[in-house]
């Protein structure tokens, strides 16, 4: 089916001459406003195999993928390749910054199949926004293709069975690569996969590594070289199965031209299935940080019982070597004394302790000696920079609001939106200890709704919580519970060390919930866009948020 369309706006004049059509999408970074499930995410849609696809979560409109194509580009065409669940009303809409959208096309009457949109206009970023799905599952695209006037040609996938190896064999025993096989590592330190790749520019690239990695071996470490340099220490976590392929990034610099990119492995049980390299320019300049969070977190036990987790989740913590790490309240069990502070939270978590933004929760309000006495001495000016339990300060590209939920009054309240209101940064988090929405035992805390509101309001991106004591990641949604494009990614992260809690009435934008697993959110946080991950106690990926655009 072939659509075609009068234009709808135009941005720049007309150009004299006709230039060549060129593929503008494939590899770039893409993100959606939801996935249906781990594998489904929104790259999937924009690496020219159709054999791999992005799908939304079910059931819920409107929903949306799109594509930065890393500098704004005259767009003359879209071609949509749908699975079975396609988008009945849609439109393709561009934008120069990612937030404000201008419409190019738009149809109600979508059928499904391959669509082969004719577009005028120009843009950086271009979207597919779905009102109205075609069947009672949600959007699904093998691919999405962007071309237009300006580009190259895309980068290919530099396939791993294609690049020198040593210590390694090339395979095809498990299913899911792309191209002919996949390389294999021998358990052994030292063996390597190298390519020859070719930049277009010098500077700042993303290296995209595709791989697979089982359940039981653990963690697997691998040195990235960059034309005989050290440029990346990576660690490739277990992926559940062989089967089971996603992507480790690392984002280093790149001459233009040609350049030798290694991956050494440097333990003996040698790197994971590595089955391509993709390259792309990196549009957040390599600034991107890691930020640790957990709430809930320490018992009344150490490292001498084996059932103790917060001894465990500060490994975690460690391994990560976050730039700061966050907590969401309840600190310290049961009653949050200072002298339960010093005998169970400053032997783990404590040697985080300088860089910790840490929050209350409901069990610091219980010491004896005073709501809050034993955090308050505890954590000291680290949590009460300006003689209040909240606070904000920034960090790169972000500003980062943390709030005491024991007391949602409006002194809080108008600080809160003056400090928006002050904000320079282009994108926002904010964390605290009840969250508005949960799915969990404590279930919803309407407490939180005008604090949700006031962030809302002012374009933030992420709110991070605890309260009830297991994971549970909430896809965009606004103050009143409902899907937005626009709204905040939420995740519950209670899941430091408390005992579990049951899931007992799930919310509507719940995409992801994990009881009777205990691990740590890992925040990756670049320039103008975000992941979110839980890391379990193994050191395995148990959930992966697509990676978001901030407002």
Same mark, same amino acid.
Request: with cysteine; glycine share 12%.
């Given at each position: 089916?072939?659509?075609?369309?009068?234009?709808?706006?135009?941005?720049?004049?007309?150009?004299? +001459?006709?230039?060549?059509?060129?593929?503008?999408?494939?590899?770039?970074?893409?993100?959606?406003?939801?996935?249906?499930?781990?594998?489904?995410?929104?790259?999937?849609?924009?690496?020219?195999?159709?054999?791999?696809?992005?799908?939304?979560?079910?059931? $819920?409109?409107?929903?949306?993928?799109?594509?930065?194509?890393?500098?704004?580009?005259?767009?003359?065409?879209?071609?949509?390749?749908?699975?079975?669940?396609?988008?009945?009303?849609?439109?393709?809409?561009?934008?120069?910054?990612? $937030?404000?959208?201008?419409?190019?096309?738009?149809?109600?009457?979508?059928?499904?199949?391959?669509?082969?949109?004719?577009? $005028?206009?120009?843009?950086?970023?271009?979207?597919?926004?779905?009102?109205?799905? +075609?069947?009672?599952?949600?959007?699904?695209?093998?691919?999405?293709?962007?071309?237009?006037?300006?580009?190259?040609?895309?980068?290919?996938?530099?396939?791993?069975?294609?690049?020198?190896? %040593?210590?390694?064999?090339?395979?095809?025993?498990?299913?899911?690569?792309?191209?002919?096989?996949?390389?294999?590592?021998?358990?052994?330190?030292?063996?390597?996969?190298?390519?020859?790749?070719?930049?277009?520019?010098?500077?700042?690239?993303?290296?995209?590594?595709?791989?697979?990695?089982?359940?039981?071996?653990?963690?697997?470490?691998?040195?990235?070289?960059?034309?005989?340099?050290?440029?990346?220490?990576?660690?490739?976590?277990?992926?559940?199965?062989?089967?089971?392929?996603?992507?480790?990034?690392? &984002?280093?610099?790149?001459?233009?031209?040609?350049?030798?990119?290694?991956?050494?492995?440097?333990?003996?049980?040698? +790197?994971?299935?590595?089955?391509?390299?993709?390259?792309?320019?990196?549009?957040?300049?390599?600034?991107?940080?890691?930020?640790?969070?957990?709430?809930?977190?320490?018992?009344?036990?150490?490292?001498?019982?084996?059932?103790?987790?917060?001894?465990?989740?500060?490994?975690?913590?460690? %391994?990560?070597?976050?730039?700061? !790490?966050?907590?969401?309240?309840?600190?310290?069990?049961?009653?949050?004394?200072?002298?339960?502070?010093?005998?169970?939270?400053?032997?783990?978590?404590?040697?985080?302790?300088?860089?910790?933004?840490?929050?209350?929760?409901?069990?610091?309000?219980?010491?004896?000696?005073?709501?809050?006495?034993?955090?308050?001495?505890?954590?000291?000016?680290?949590?009460?920079?300006?003689?209040?339990?909240?606070? %904000?300060?920034?960090?790169?590209?972000?500003?980062?609001?943390?709030?005491?939920?024991?007391?949602?009054?409006?002194?809080?309240?108008?600080?809160?939106?003056?400090?928006?209101?002050?904000?320079?940064?282009?994108?926002?988090?904010?964390?605290?200890?009840?969250?508005?929405?949960?799915?969990?035992?404590?279930?919803?805390?309407?407490?939180?709704?005008?604090?949700?509101?006031?962030?809302?309001?002012?374009?933030?991106?992420?709110?991070?919580?605890?309260?009830?004591?297991?994971?549970?990641?909430?896809?965009?949604?606004?103050?009143?519970?409902?899907?937005?494009?626009?709204?905040? !990614?939420?995740?519950?992260?209670? &899941? +430091?060390?408390?005992?579990?809690?049951?899931?007992?009435?799930?919310?509507?934008? %719940?995409?992801?919930?994990?009881?009777?697993?205990?691990?740590? !959110?890992?925040?990756?946080?670049?320039?103008?866009?975000?992941?979110?991950?839980?890391?379990?106690?193994?050191?395995?990926?148990?959930?992966?948020?697509?990676?978001?655009?901030?407002?």
């Amino acid at each position: 089916m072939t659509r075609f369309l009068l234009p709808l706006f135009l941005l720049f004049p007309s150009l004299n +001459g006709v230039a060549a059509e060129t593929l503008l999408s494939q590899g770039k970074p893409a993100t959606a406003s939801s996935i249906e499930a781990s594998g489904f995410e929104a790259g999937e849609a924009f690496d020219g195999d159709t054999s791999s696809r992005w799908a939304s979560l079910e059931g $819920s409109d409107p929903q949306w993928i799109q594509v930065d194509l890393g500098a704004s580009r005259q767009i003359t065409r879209v071609r949509l390749n749908w699975e079975a669940a396609y988008g009945k009303t849609y439109k393709i809409q561009l934008s120069a910054d990612g $937030s404000s959208w201008t419409d190019a096309y738009s149809t109600s009457t979508g059928d499904g199949g391959v669509d082969e949109v004719t577009v $005028s206009g120009a843009g950086r970023y271009v979207r597919m926004y779905g009102t109205a799905r +075609g069947t009672s599952y949600g959007y699904s695209l093998y691919e999405m293709e962007v071309y237009g006037e300006g580009g190259t040609t895309p980068d290919p996938s530099y396939q791993a069975e294609n690049a020198t190896i %040593s210590q390694a064999i090339i395979d095809t025993k498990h299913a899911g690569y792309t191209g002919t096989g996949f390389v294999d590592y021998v358990n052994t330190t030292g063996g390597y996969i190298e390519w020859t790749v070719t930049a277009a520019a010098a500077g700042a690239h993303r290296l995209d590594f595709r791989y697979a990695n089982n359940s039981t071996t653990g963690n697997r470490p691998v040195a990235v070289t960059v034309n005989g340099s050290n440029a990346a220490s990576l660690t490739f976590p277990p992926t559940g199965a062989w089967t089971n392929w996603t992507v480790q990034s690392a &984002t280093v610099t790149l001459n233009a031209g040609a350049n030798t990119i290694r991956a050494t492995a440097t333990s003996s049980v040698g +790197g994971p299935n590595i089955d391509k390299l993709d390259i792309a320019p990196d549009t957040g300049g390599g600034s991107s940080f890691v930020v640790a969070a957990a709430g809930d977190i320490a018992q009344q036990c150490t490292a001498s019982s084996s059932s103790c987790i917060h001894p465990k989740t500060a490994t975690l913590v460690e %391994s990560m070597n976050p730039e700061f !790490v966050i907590t969401m309240g309840d600190n310290q069990y049961d009653d949050a004394l200072i002298s339960d502070f010093r005998n169970y939270y400053d032997k783990t978590w404590g040697r985080f302790k300088n860089k910790t933004r840490p929050t209350p929760g409901n069990h610091e309000t219980y010491d004896p000696a005073g709501s809050l006495a034993g955090y308050k001495s505890y954590f000291g000016a680290i949590a009460y920079p300006n003689g209040k339990p909240y606070y %904000s300060y920034d960090h790169g590209n972000w500003h980062f609001v943390a709030l005491d939920s024991n007391d949602f009054g409006s002194t809080q309240l108008n600080w809160l939106k003056a400090d928006l209101a002050a904000n320079t940064k282009k994108c926002i988090a904010a964390y605290w200890h009840h969250p508005l929405y949960s799915s969990g035992e404590h279930g919803n805390q309407p407490v939180a709704r005008a604090t949700f509101q006031a962030l809302y309001d002012a374009r933030a991106d992420l709110v991070l919580g605890g309260h009830d004591h297991h994971y549970e990641r909430f896809g965009p949604q606004n103050a009143n519970g409902g899907s937005d494009s626009q709204g905040i !990614v939420s995740i519950i992260g209670g &899941t +430091g060390g408390a005992s579990p809690y049951a899931i007992e009435n799930v919310q509507p934008n %719940s995409l992801k919930r994990l009881t009777d697993t205990y691990g740590v !959110v890992k925040l990756t946080l670049g320039t103008d866009s975000f992941q979110t991950q839980l890391i379990g106690l193994d050191g395995s990926v148990k959930d992966s948020s697509p990676t978001y655009s901030c407002h």
